[in-house]
């Protein structure tokens, strides 16, 4: 092999390495109108964009209905998280239900208590708050709430005990740094010495 097929296999191989795999071609953004997929390269994005008229029609119609009924709130909620007549959106499927929970639908309690607890696409679970709601629909009834209870109990000190694990362990663990862990080489005139 000559030196410049050696030099040009090498530059290759070199190059080849630094190849990294393309990302997706969407990325997905959310907020408080809602989750949609976007080209990566596109600068800005219109969420107010109306990709179906009759969805959007259906959607502000029953917004209006679930801002004064409970039960319209949970309806919309469950569509929302479901994608069902409507876009998947599982941030304002939350906001709804909660609405409706803190009005005293018994089924958006009940949701929520189980959303909270098992977590929902991007969310993680919240032991705590699910068994708030848990209890809540408990005490008023769903045997459901009552059975899923006792674990979101269980889940919340399990939580709060790694919390203080983590705690105890953050503020005293420096010391740990400076004494469990002593060095194999030292700097000494000049040169790094084995100890």
Not at 128 to 151: F, K, M, Q, T, Y
Not at 161 to 180: C, D, L, V
Request: with cysteine.
């Amino acid at each position: 092999m000559t030196k410049t097929t050696s030099l040009a296999l090498s530059l290759a191989l070199t190059l080849g390495g630094c190849l990294q795999t393309v990302p997706s071609a969407n990325v997905r953004i959310c907020d408080d109108k809602g989750c949609s997929d976007r080209p990566r390269d596109t600068a800005t994005f219109d969420a107010t964009k109306d990709d179906n008229p009759e969805e959007t029609r259906r959607l502000a119609t029953l917004k209006d209905i679930a801002a004064k009924d409970p039960r319209a709130a949970y309806d919309l909620g469950i569509r929302l998280m479901r994608g069902d007549g409507v876009r998947m959106d599982s941030y304002q499927a939350i906001q709804w239900l909660r609405q409706a929970g803190e009005r005293g639908d018994l089924r958006a309690q009940a949701a929520l208590g189980r959303i909270y607890l098992t977590g929902l696409q991007e969310m993680g679970s919240d032991p705590a708050e699910a068994e708030r709601w848990l209890s809540v629909a408990a005490e008023r009834g769903d045997n459901e709430s009552a059975r899923l209870l006792p674990e979101a109990t269980k889940a919340k000190q399990d939580e709060q005990a790694r919390y203080r694990w983590r705690e105890h362990y953050r503020k005293n663990g420096i010391a740990w740094w400076y004494s469990a862990y002593p060095y194999y080489w030292a700097w000494r005139a000049g040169v790094w010495v084995l100890y």
